[in-house]
């Protein structure tokens, strides 16, 4: 029998959500919203409201995923920006970091990240340490590559429930990407 091609010309997430991940909403949650972005990405930035409201709006019955996909050819301060991130996850305060960096999107370079570390309450020695060592980056590299092989070519890149969301990023697109995913989750 033929495939249908429906759900086949869709490009899948490739490394599924796991434990390490960075989420917020329940692991059982009805729906999984995964993004792949970059910090230094404005239309990244934008997208986060539309994720918030649909997070209000939806509760315990979405995930939300966020993965770094730092596009360094074109935003040199991504990269390091993600480590930051990842080195905030490693004191338990990857959120605030991750709102602090969108929030200052602007100012991310090395004395900024530091800046940044001590606003959200992070020990500066080992934050300081783990960015010059890089400790973090082959975290990052992994989130690149799997993002390479699930289709993502630029950022914000939205995957609902496992499939690419092709559509736009506002909180409208989304909520009919997630609804038409698993029926409606309002109910």
Known sequence: MADSGISGDIPRLTAPVEERDHGQGPADARSTLLLYGDYECPYTRRALPAVRELRDELGDRLRFVFRPFPLREIHPHAQMA????????????????????????????????GEHAAAVGLDPARFGHELAAHTHAARIEEHVRSGIASGVEGTPTFFVDGLRHDGGYDSASLRAAIEASRGSPRG
């Open 82 to 113: 993600a480590e930051a991130a990842e080195a905030a996850a490693a004191q338990d305060r990857f959120w605030p970091m991750h709102d602090r960096l969108f929030a200052h999107q602007r100012e991310l370079g090395g004395a900024q990240l």
